[in-house]
């Protein structure tokens, strides 16, 4: 099983530039979700879905869009790129039940973002 | 709310030696948590989770961490550090009545352990 695959590995983008992340699963997860993670703050959760056709915002989803239009994929789109967005990016599922909560999330490897 | 505080952000350990990894939560109720460990340019794995039940959890790697309600502690040990174990570890806190997913967890800042020849 491929698991969670996140592309690219790595982007370098100019202020106001957009672009989407691209995020895959193939274990049929209802549950996934977008994570930044910065040095000294560990992870931070951006947007989140419940399932295709439902998402909802995390801590920090400023500047961040999502949408899910299948099981399978759960891009995250920068709109406008600004500095304060380089981080590392991580995608993330899980399974979701009513009586399986607080499964294990699955990780992919992580998308390196800069800002300049 | 709740919140977790990972104490130390850098843990130096000889192989061999014991392992030690603080964590402390804040829950307003009785919270699941988890351990993930992070190697070097991958995403995280589930070490361990506490649930209900046995307050000593065993996890994966001959890692194992024991809850204790008293000390709102719930920290990570293993007996004898490998090379292998060079890596990030992260704790996390749930409230399980409101994490339908996982929406509702949340993650300490991390602790880099690091392991010395």
């Known amino acids: 099983n491929a698991g969670v695959t996140q592309t690219p590995k790595f982007q370098v983008l100019k202020t106001g530039q957009s672009m989407t992340l691209q995020c895959a699963q193939d274990?049929?997860?209802?549950?996934m979700s977008w994570y930044r993670q910065d040095p000294g703050m560990g992870l931070r959760l951006i947007h989140y879905s419940v399932g295709a056709g439902i998402t909802d915002q995390g801590e920090v989803p400023n500047g961040y869009n999502v949408s899910r239009s299948t099981t399978e994929d759960f891009p995250l789109r920068l709109l406008s790129a600004a500095p304060s967005q380089t981080s590392v990016y991580f995608c993330?599922?899980?399974?979701?039940?009513?009586?399986?909560?607080?499964?294990?999330?699955?990780f992919g490897n992580g998308t390196r973002l800069t800002v300049t | 709310a709740q919140s977790v505080t990972q104490l130390g952000s850098h843990v130096s350990v000889s192989e061999g030696a014991l392992v030690l990894l603080r964590c402390n939560y804040s829950s307003s109720v009785p919270p699941y948590l988890f351990w993930y460990v992070q190697y070097p340019n991958q995403g995280l794995q589930l070490l361990l989770k506490y649930t209900t039940g046995a307050t000593l959890v065993k996890g994966i790697n001959g890692f194992e961490a024991e809850f204790k309600k008293s000390e709102t502690s719930f920290h990570l040990t293993k007996p004898s550090a490998h090379m292998s174990d060079a890596a990030e570890y992260f704790c996390a806190v749930s409230d399980p009545a409101y994490n339908f997913g996982n929406e509702k967890l949340t993650f300490g800042t991390g602790t880099r352990l690091t392991i010395i020849p």
């Open positions: 993330a599922s899980s399974i979701t039940t009513w009586w399986t909560n607080n499964s294990p999330l699955h």
């Open positions: 274990m049929n997860h209802e549950y």
